[in-house]
């Protein structure tokens, strides 16, 4: 059985007045790998599709992704780009692997909007993301990013994140660094679940855990103590230094 290990990139409307709520998030780039059995990569897939719903590029989503709309001048739509896919996808028994979940909301989601067959992909998947948390003794409930699981990994990037392809080479490298057998995969269901209230979630606020530091050591912190004291903090959520 093949893992593909899959990324992809978004597009949304500039404001709510043009978003589209059967799709809100517009697929633009697809990447993934593809690991055989022993997790040895045996093929990548890398395109971009032409946005056939927000026609323009997102400011936010071009700043995070880099991207232009002139650079899909020359792509295929989704229709196109989707059976070039199962193309490659084959007719092996795969499982899918994703750093989170919403990849696989919006491509069953996408998928269905263009009333494109649903059947044709699989429904088996590995939500990667909680068992590297696991690996690394975090709680349960932090999520920890694909970039910040690199740094503690101690596996090499180009810092080239939001990019579907690469996205997908760093998740391919994370999981033939962790993987064992109790990672086993689950079975999406496109279905939308029943909304149970969600209590507020709560962030860290960088700027004023900084400020101590600073008011402690009387000089404004460099970057790079920053960046330790971040990822110190991450590091203490795990209790990992508990006696």
Known sequence: MNTIVIDLE???????????????????????????????????????IKPQIYKEINPYV???TGLKIEDFTEEETYRSVFYDFLAFL???????????????????RNTSFYCLPLSKLPNKYINLQPYVSQY?????????????????????????????????YYTSKIFQKVYNQDIEPQIYDPSPPPRIPQPKKLHLNHTKLFSQFEKMMEREL????????????????TGQFLE
């Open 90 to 108: 084959g007719h092996e028994d795969i499982v899918f692997c994703t750093w989170g979940t919403a990849d696989m909301k919006e491509l069953f």
């Open 136 to 168: 690394l003794h975090f709680p349960s409930k932090v999520s920890i990013s694909l970039k910040d699981a690199l740094k503690f990994l101690k596996i090499e990037d180009e810092s080239n994140f939001h990019n579907a392809y690469y996205d997908a």
């Open 222 to 237: 460099t970057s790079e103590e920053k960046e330790t004291v971040r990822l110190a903090y991450l590091m203490g959520k």
């Open 62 to 64: 071009g700043s995070l």
């Open 10 to 48: 978004f597009n949304q409307a500039s404001d709510k007045t043009t978003m589209n709520p059967k799709c809100p998030f517009e697929i633009i780039q697809i990447g993934a790998i593809t690991l055989d059995k022993n997790l040895d990569c045996i093929g990548v897939f890398d395109r971009l």
